[in-house]
């Protein structure tokens, strides 16, 4: 837990002080969003799901990631407009607010919390839930969201072409044959820079002076994130027959998990108010520290 702490940690303030110091151009973040995009994340999505063992009984939990995506979906843009928030600043918050951290916070914060026999769950959840959510409809959400030209056909396009999108089909149509090793740990190696590099842009962008005129929406977006989802899937999944305690508990730490960093890249990517999706980001990780072991602490 402490090693995990350091790493996001380090990895935002160093990209803090980078920004501060004036020796990296302003195009930093930039760069490393289009490497996360393009190359880290493909890289650990084609390793992560061509060794998926799928577990039939967990198909209620791999669902949740894409409830929450959807409940962000109709929470923000029924209460953004209402509050008088800009498209871009809804759009923002339905990524940042939709999507879960659930593999670089989640699964050793769940390993922390309940062992080994929970980190089983939680992958199942990360990688049909929240890694699919974000390769197609937060994809396409995205791109309607920043596209000036939204017909069906050019939307449907850039999704196809979207890099993770690919190695997501990738993985699913090589998933019957093994790879040699080398492939593998080159995967691996590629996919383990997403999260210093997401974390080090999202500091390079992360600035408090944000804060002016985005408290409302912030608060707004790590409510919903941190309480509103773990508390909406906990009373769903008591109303399903037939799902054992350890499911249970880790599905709603899984939708109570901070949000994925790789969402506020995304924002950031489309230009959907990048300045706010770092704030949820880069306050919404230390907090949910708290809140997720507070939850587990509640459904006992």
Same mark, same amino acid.
């Given at each position: ?215 409302? *929406? $912030?608060?707004? #977006? /790590? &409510?919903?994130? %941190? ?6 899937? !906990? =009373?769903? @999944? +008591? ?38 999706? *770092? $704030?949820?980001? #880069? /306050? &919404?990780?230390? %907090? ?6 507070? !939850? =587990?602490? @509640? +459904?006992?």
């Amino acid at each position: 837990m402490s090693q995990l702490a350091g790493l996001l940690a380090a990895s935002l303030l160093f990209g803090v002080f980078a920004r501060r110091s004036g020796r990296f151009p302003e195009q930093t973040a930039l760069v490393l969003n289009a490497y996360v995009l393009n190359v880290a994340l493909p890289a650990l999505v084609l390793r992560a799901i061509h060794r998926l063992t799928l577990v039939p009984e967990l198909l209620i939990a791999a669902a949740t990631p894409w409830l929450v995506f959807g409940g962000s979906w109709l929470f923000f843009r029924a209460l953004g407009p209402r509050l008088g928030f800009a498209p871009r600043t809804v759009a923002a918050l339905v990524l940042t607010g939709g999507l879960s951290n659930t593999s670089f916070v989640g699964l050793p914060l769940i390993e922390g919390l309940m062992g080994r026999d929970g980190v089983q769950v939680a992958v199942v959840i990360d990688q049909l839930g929240s890694f699919l959510a974000l390769a197609t409809v937060a994809t396409l959400f995205a791109t309607h969201a920043a596209a000036k030209d939204s017909r069906p056909r050019v939307l449907l396009w850039k999704v196809l072409g979207f890099p993770p999108f690919i190695a997501l089909v990738v993985a699913f149509l090589s998933h019957p044959w093994d790879w040699p090793g080398w492939v593998d740990v080159v995967l691996g190696r590629l996919g383990d820079l997403l999260t210093p590099l997401a974390l080090f842009s999202v500091g390079f962008q992360l600035r408090l002076s944000g804060l002016r005129g985005r408290v409302r *929406a $912030l608060a707004l #977006g /790590l &409510g919903y994130k %941190l309480v509103l989802c773990p508390l909406v899937i !906990a =009373l769903l @999944l +008591l109303a399903l027959p037939g799902i054992s305690r350890l499911t249970f508990e880790v599905t709603v730490l899984q939708a109570g998990m901070a949000p994925m960093v790789t969402a506020a890249i995304l924002a950031a990517e489309h230009e959907l108010d990048p300045d706010l999706s *770092a $704030l949820m980001v #880069g /306050l &919404g990780i230390p %907090l949910s520290f708290a809140t997720v072991p507070c !939850a =587990l602490w @509640l +459904l006992r």
